[in-house]
Structures are given as C-alpha cells and as structure tokens.
DNA sequence: CCTACCGATCGGTAGG
DNA sequence: CCTACCGATCGGTAGG
C-alpha cells in the first residue's frame, strides 16, 4: 500500500515506536531513520513531536467513539448490546494494537489541553459502560444487587487489559475474545448454581 | 517517618515521579530537587538511574510472589483460594500503587537482563492463576468448559486493571474489591439461571 | 528532503 | 552533599 501519504507514513511509524519504546525514549532521529531520510526533514510534514502523539491518541479515541457511542440509542436487549460493546471494543484494541497501547500508555505526557480530552474521553466511556449496566439491571436482565460502578470496572478490564497479551496472527480475534468474555461473565465461572 | 535511609528516601520519590510522569520524562535533577539536593548529589547514594528503575520494578515483583506464591500449596478450597489470590494481589496493587503503575509501565525500559526477569516474572503469575483455574474445574468448583487460559487473562484482568482507578483514602479497600470481583466473577452478572 | 547548526538538557563524574 | 563540569543527545530551525 504505497498509496499511504508520507504523513501517514509518519504517522504509523511513531504509532510503532511509541508503544514500543515509549514516547520520551523515542527520538525524531529514531523514527526519521526508520523513514529512511533525516531527523531535521520530519520537519518538512509536522510541526513537532507533540503534534505526533496528539494525532495518534485523538485518533485512538476517535476510533473507539465511532465504534461505541452509536449503541447508546441502539435497538437491542440488554444483553446483546453489551456483549456488542464488548465485540467492538475489542475490535478498536486488536485492530490498533499499537495506537491503542500509546493512548493507554503515553497520554499522561500529553500537554494540558489535550490531556484534559483525554480524561474526559475516559469518563465519557466509563458512563457509556455504566448505562448499559444500569440498563441491564433496569430490565431485569443483570442482578439488582450489582453495584454498578464496580460492574463496568471489571467490564472495562476485560476489554482494556488485552492490549497487554494480545498479538495478531494468533487464532484468537475479538469477536471469539468478546464471546469467551462475556459468556464467562454473564453466566459466571462457578458450575454450582445460586 | 524520619528514620527511613537516605537511599529509601530516594526510592520512594523516585517511585512516585516515575509513576506520574514516566521513566525517561523524569530527570535526575527532578529527583533531586525534590529532596532538596542537587542531581550529582544523588550519585552518593546510588550509582545510576537505571539501577533506581530496576529496584523498584523488583520490589515489586517480590511483593506479588511473596504474597501469591504462597497459596500455591495452601490447604484451601479452590473458591476459597482463588478468593484469596485476588485479595492479595489487590493488596499489593493499592498498598503500593506507585511502583504497581511503575511495574506495570516502565518495565520496556530495562536492560535486557532486566527486561528477561520481567517477563519470566509475568510468565510464573499467568500460570499461578491457570493452575488456581486448573485445579478449581478437576475439583467441580468451576465449570468444566471454560478455557483455562481465557479465564485466567479474566482473571488478571480484572486485579490487573485496577491501578489505573484506584485512588487511595476512598471508601473501597482492597478486601472488599476483591469480593466484588470474586461475587461478580464466580456467579455471573446476568439474573437468568442456566 | 539534506546539511549544518542552535540552545537546552540529559546522565554522570571529579575534586573537594 | 556541593560546585563545576564532561560529552552526548535532544527537539527544532535556517537556508538551500
């Protein structure tokens, strides 16, 4: 795919290092020769180094918007909507492994108005999380007893922790990591009943 | 608490700067200023900043395996014990947040030998859990189709992902997170018995 | 996109 | 533990 702009070039070569390394142990110079060309001419396609990661981590939240905000008003049961989320979620992990490590890992070093996005982004998803719980529960589907903060905690776990031990080309994709998952957690790990 | 060693003093800082603002975002002339030195003073005390990365990465790492290793041979039920695994490694994880996100951060950053005890480390917990679901499905605990690894990564997951919202001083400690998370976990969300 | 360079800052050392 | 300093490297710029 050489159709790829240079800026997407960059842009997917700072993605690389950056989860791999780190943004601070990441050098201009580092990701030019990975380029091919010069620290000094990274110069030429963006204006800093800051740009780079703010991209990468808008995008990485971008993504995971456009891929979960929709099922808010969706048309479904309690139930399919949250092993839905948990699906595309996964899907936004195991598809960007590497913006999504950098946007779990690097948005502290972010300045300050674009950390404060971040952390809204972060409520933002947790809330989304909440109101299905919430919805589940109101419907009679998940346990009245559960508290609910805790809940989308340990449902935000699942799906977030995975960029930790997830590697492509595996014969595990998201949909059968969001089935194990949600059957696990829906129906519980016990084979005494309550 | 004055009685703590210079050195002491000097991990304990150098715990909560690298977990706030990374590794390589920390200089030594942070480290030192923020007790009330100079940065070459510091070099009286340790030899280098990687050696500060490496204690507190292995601290840590000791504090997991001195508190998990131990049920390994435990005279426990398989509930009860799993249980108790979650609650200890909670413990760890709030009673030592700093160096937990350290740990869980920074470890890219180490030499290759470091680096390698790391992941060796990472290697002995996931077969800790496996072998606690292992032994929970041959005694009829835990149901007898689920895919031990999947269920350990749940697991994981779940006592894992808790230094990322965890604060200290809240209302939750790490007893009754782990019962949360066992109830949730071992008897499913969903109200629908099977 | 390259060459050549800037000031700033880095981890670390010597000598006291 | 301080002062003063080292060479190396950093992000970024100017001029072509």
Redesign the pocket.
């Known amino acids: 795919m050489s159709t790829k702009s240079?800026r997407e070039q960059i842009h997917d070569v700072a993605s690389q290092l950056f989860s791999e390394r780190g943004y601070h142990a990441?050098?201009?110079?580092?990701l030019a020769s990975q380029l091919g060309?010069?620290?000094?001419?990274l110069?030429?396609?963006i204006?800093?180094?800051?740009e780079l990661l703010v991209e990468i981590v808008d995008q990485a939240a971008r993504q995971f918007d456009d891929a979960l905000m929709p099922l808010k008003d969706a048309d479904m049961g309690p139930e399919d909507k949250l092993r839905e989320a948990m699906r595309r979620h996964l899907e936004v992990v195991t598809h960007n492994l590497e913006s999504a490590t950098v946007f779990f890992h690097e948005w502290k070093h972010l300045s300050p108005d674009a950390y404060k996005k971040v952390t809204d982004w972060r409520d933002t998803i947790d809330r989304l999380y909440r109101e299905l719980v919430q919805e589940g529960i109101r419907k009679g589907v998940l346990r009245a007893d559960l508290d609910v903060k805790m809940t989308a905690y340990l449902l935000l776990s699942a799906v977030n922790w995975t960029y930790t031990w997830y590697r492509p080309g595996g014969t595990l994709d998201a949909t059968s990591i969001a089935n194990h998952f949600a059957d696990m957690l829906l129906v519980g790990l016990r084979t005494e009943p309550r």
């Open positions: 240079r990441t050098s201009m110079r580092d060309m010069q620290g000094g001419s110069y030429a396609h204006s800093s180094k800051e």
